[in-house]
């Protein structure tokens, strides 16, 4: 079955520091994986995805995640933190069909982005 | 990408009345929308896939009476909280797209029984 791991509930850094946010997925056949931010109240905003191609996919908002398929991992990374960027982060996975598949979320990390 | 106008943003019912919340596809043919429930501080829980014309499909444990769901046109898909009580209260998010075009969600919906 397809699952996904998210293993922080929060993550906390500081402005101006580099963050990462992890995530492991658990799929047969390839994996399609997708990166979400929510804001309170809101619905979800796209950051980026990875289908197929290089490992190292780059997405909103200077965010990009690193694909490794040996370790099942899609880690969402910055640079260099803003503490706009503080919201729900969500991993998910694609099941099904490329049209009519659902995704599987992660249970979400909260990244808190300190002054 | 596709764009999705979900109304209301918030609602508050009193328990017992019914709540409909609307998602609307402004530039994309939507033959299938997901609605999801997300509980505070919680993940997104796929409640049931909606297919324009047909029957939705529902999540094993989501009540289908209960939570009914209605995709009669290409842009317009609608979930109805029926005999709403305080445990319904909850977050729900409409999504379309797929995987080729990418996922667009709604804003989501505030729902508060009272």
């Known amino acids: 079955a397809q699952s996904v791991a998210q293993p922080e509930d929060q993550v906390n850094v500081a402005e101006g520091n580099p963050l990462t946010v992890k995530c492991t997925y658990s799929?047969?056949?390839?994996?399609?994986l997708f990166w979400y931010v929510q804001y309170p109240n809101r619905g979800l905003q796209f950051l980026l995805k990875y289908i197929t191609g290089d490992n190292l996919v780059k997405g909103s908002y200077g965010f990009e995640a690193e694909f490794n398929k040996s370790q099942t991992s899609f880690h969402l990374k910055k640079p260099s933190a803003l503490v706009s960027d503080s919201a729900l982060y969500f991993c998910?996975?694609?099941?099904?069909?490329?049209?009519?598949?659902?995704?599987?979320f992660g249970q979400g990390t909260t990244l808190q982005v300190k002054p | 990408g596709a764009v999705v106008s979900q109304h209301p943003s918030r609602v508050i019912c009193k328990s017992g009345t019914s709540v409909k919340i609307e998602c609307r596809s402004l530039d994309f043919q939507a033959t299938t929308m997901f609605w999801y429930r997300q509980f505070p501080k919680q993940s997104l829980m796929l409640m049931a896939t909606?297919?324009?014309?047909?029957?939705?499909?529902?999540e094993q444990g989501v009540e289908k009476d209960k939570f009914l769901i209605n995709h009669a046109s290409l842009t317009l898909s609608t979930l109805t909280v029926t005999s709403a009580h305080p445990e319904d209260s909850s977050f729900y998010i409409c999504k379309t797209g797929g995987l080729d075009y990418g996922y667009t969600f709604g804003s989501g919906t505030r729902l508060t029984v009272v």
């Open positions: 998910a996975v694609h099941h099904g069909s490329s049209n009519t598949g659902k995704l599987i």
């Open positions: 799929v047969s056949g390839n994996p399609y």
């Open positions: 909606s297919n324009e014309g047909s029957k939705a499909t529902y």
